[in-house]
């Protein structure tokens, strides 16, 4: 079987170290390991539309922001296709199909729609686009038969579901669709990136995020408001460096090649946390350690972005291409599916024999 791969991002804004550490750095490893066969990433306008319906310019004006932000983090369009979700209609059509083998029910207990019911206050007033959105994941990821979706955990009982309406359909139908795997951050703490403010989830509602372009400024004024160990006042307090923000970002980004650069006194991070733990050791001083670090993954992405802003064309192409290849493969599968349903009356040259056969019987 083929290894196709398929994952994306809401455009409803820029993206951040959230993104890059929970889902860009994975897709770089693939893309870079070259162990596949297809590899797609998807612009979810649509599904960033069932919570943005009032507002669909916020959506509009982050689809290309976004593709900007994957080329400059190093996303190769020569290696992956990167493609709009609205542009592919095969999408709509396969959702509509697939709604029939879930229940209202079930779709309420998914506790990933559970959770962001809560999150955006929906309470009894969801729309049924966003209910639906485990139904519209299936679609998305069916259409395009991939074996593969990187994901964080909070996404898992989404690709379960998926893995039902699968099941469903081929027991009715016969073996066309694919059953997906995910593939989830190595990392632990790189699965949900906590925001500055220590909150679970960096998110942009929240206003808690650091983003792929922000400035070296606004990265110092960002990590400087960072949540850290209430307890720790004096620097001779013996600080936490559990549920302590800045720490766990280190965890994420820091190697020991950044001690001789920025904090030579330390050999390693164990031995700073070790200080930390024991007291003496400032917040300003592990703060400014990460501003460095943090500048460093960020300033190659930010002067790429600079870079790219000069040639939007290029960017509009590599959209374009790719959502006329994803139609492409969408087309086919959604052939597939209508001819294992019985609906492909026009490209079935059966039809209207059997038709025929019929009403002789009458």
Sequence with gaps: MSEIILTGDRPTGKLHLGHYVGSIKSRLKIQNAGNYDEFYIMIADAQALTDNFANPKKVRDNVLEVVLLYLACGIDPNKVTIFIQSEVPALTELTFYYMNLVTVARLHRNPTVKSEVKFRGFEESIPVGFLNYPVSQTADITAFKATTVPVGDDQLPMLEQAREIVHSFNRIYGDVLVSPKEVLPELKNAQRLPGIDGKAKMSKSLGNCIYLDDSEEEIRKKVMQMYTDPDHIK???????????????????????????????????????????????????IKKFLINILEEVIKPIRDKRRELLNNLDYVYEVIKNGTEKANAKANATLKEVKKAMGINYFEDTKFLEEIKDKFKEE
């Design 235 to 285: 620097v001779s307090d013996p600080g936490k460096v559990e549920g302590n923000v800045v720490f766990t970002y280190l965890d994420v980004f820091c190697n020991n090649e950044h001690f001789p650069k920025y904090l030579p006194e330390y050999k390693n991070l164990d031995e700073l946390k070790a200080h930390y733990q024991k007291g003496g050791l400032g917040d300003v001083t």
